[in-house]
C-alpha cells in the first residue's frame, strides 16, 4: 500500500532541459525530511545542484528518498508530462489577458509582446546576490522589438477582428503589451494611448507565487529582485508628461476589458491613420 503523503506532494516534478533538478527539488522538500537523504536535502533547501547531466530523469527521481515506495512508475510517469505541457502553455493572465482580448474584439488590430524579446539566459546578467536580472531593459532584445514596430508602422497589418466600430474599419491599430514599455525612450513618440496595470505588493507577490517560470524563481527572488527593480522603474515614470491611464490590477477581467475598450472606442471616432496603444503591467 502506498504512502499516503503523495496525496500532499502538490508540486509534481517537471524537467525543461537542464533547469530540471532545480524544480524537482522543490517537490521532493514536500515528501518531509524523513523522507530525504543528504544529496537531496541540499537540493530540496536549494544549496545542492543535482546531477550535471541525467538521460532519465524519472529513473534519478524514482530512484531517491524513497519515491519509489510512494509513487509507481506510470503516476510519476504522468505527473513528469503534465507538469511540462502546464509549463509550456501556462498562462499568466493580467496584461497578457487584456490585450490578447482586445486584439480578438477590436477590427484590423495586431499585438506585439515584450515578453517575446527576453535574450537567451546565457546573455542576462547575474547581480551580487546571484539573482538574474530579467526586470531590466538590457535583459530584452529592445532593438529586434522596435524593428517589428518599424515594420508594423510601414505597412500597418490586419488582423481578424468582428464587424463593430465601423466607422474606425479603417483604422489599424497596434498594441504593444509589455513590462517595462514607458521606460524605454525610442517608443516615447508613438504612443496613442497609453494603459498602466497596478497591482499592489501583496497581491503581485501571491500571483508571482502561483506560476511556473524557467529559469524559475529562487528564494527571495521576488523580495531581493522583481519588486525592487518595479520601484526603480516606477519611480522613472515620474518624468513622463504623457498622460497614462491607470488601471487596478485587482480588478475583474472583464471590468479592465470593458474599461479600455470603451476608451479605445471613444479614442478611434476622434482619430484617423494608425493607431497604437500601450498595455504595461507591473511584473506580470
Known sequence: MRDTRTSELRRPPCFPTRKWPRLAGRWLAAAGEENLCERCSELAEGEGVGPKVSPDPLAW??????LQALLDDETLSQLVHSQQDSYENVTNGGKTTLAKKLQKHLPNCSLISQDDFFKPESEIDIDENGFLQYDVLEALNMEKMMSAVSRWMENPGRSEGPAALESAQGVPILIIEGFLLFNYKPLDTIWNRSYFLTVPYEECKRRRSTRVYEPPDPPGYFDGHVWPMYLKHRQEMNTITWEIIYLDG??????????????VKQELKKQNGPRTAGVLQQML
Open 61 to 66: 527521481l524514482h530512484s531517491r528518498c524513497g
Open 250 to 263: 485587482t480588478r475583474s477581467e472583464e471590468d479592465l476589458f470593458s474599461q479600455v475598450y470603451e476608451d
